[in-house]
């Protein structure tokens, strides 16, 4: 892959080809967060394709044959840069969706995520995966943060690592859907 360039078809091949069989909702959730992406092709500018990709990809570290350290984030993101030697940004936007350095902490593994995938510096690509991430369902269907925040404590219990960490970084992941929001009443469709 080129450092500029991110190609859609060959991250939806990828996605599909980790996760289609093995784990369809989570295929499904990654297939709505990439058609959620295609609604910010017009904020998203020039990174419209890397947005894209990385919606697609984002969960692909949740597949079985992937999962070294059980960190989805971070196993993605592994399995991105070294059999696929993906584009950096695009691998690291996998690596910290979603305010994943917060889970990290909980998980012990905040030291090696971000030393090895430092965050991305353009908070406009970062919001914009949150907000696709966090505005779609396990099923792929469009949602609001504050109910896919709930779906998931519901999920995983308040007191587990995730729910510890989604309730943790909700204050962030809603402030994130809201400046997204911003901008898309900024630029309708």
């Given at each position: 892959m080129g450092e500029s360039i991110v190609d859609t078809r060959w991250a939806r091949?990828?996605?599909e080809t980790e996760l289609g069989q093995v784990l369809p909702r989570r295929w499904a959730h990654s297939r709505g967060v990439a058609h959620a992406a295609a609604r910010l092709a017009a904020t998203a500018g020039?990174?419209?394709n890397l947005l894209s990709a990385a919606a697609v990809l984002h969960d692909v570290g949740y597949a079985p044959r992937l999962a070294v350290t059980g960190f989805h984030p971070l196993d993605?993101?592994?399995f991105l840069r070294d059999e696929h030697q993906a584009d950096e940004r695009l691998v690291r936007?996998?690596?910290n969706h979603?305010?994943?350095l917060l889970e990290a902490e909980e998980r012990g593994l905040r030291d090696v995520l971000e030393a090895e995938f430092p965050l991305l510096g353009d908070e406009r690509l970062v919001d914009a995966l949150v907000w696709c991430d966090m505005t779609t369902t396990p099923f792929g269907e469009p949602t609001t943060a504050q109910e896919r925040v709930a779906e998931i404590v519901g999920?995983?219990?308040a007191d587990s690592v995730v729910g510890r960490f989604i309730r943790r970084a909700s204050p962030e992941i809603f402030?994130?859907?809201g400046r997204v929001e911003v901008a898309l009443a900024a630029h309708p469709r």
């Open positions: 091949h990828v996605a020039d990174d419209a993605g993101a592994r936007l996998v690596a979603s305010f994943a999920r995983y219990g402030a994130a859907v």
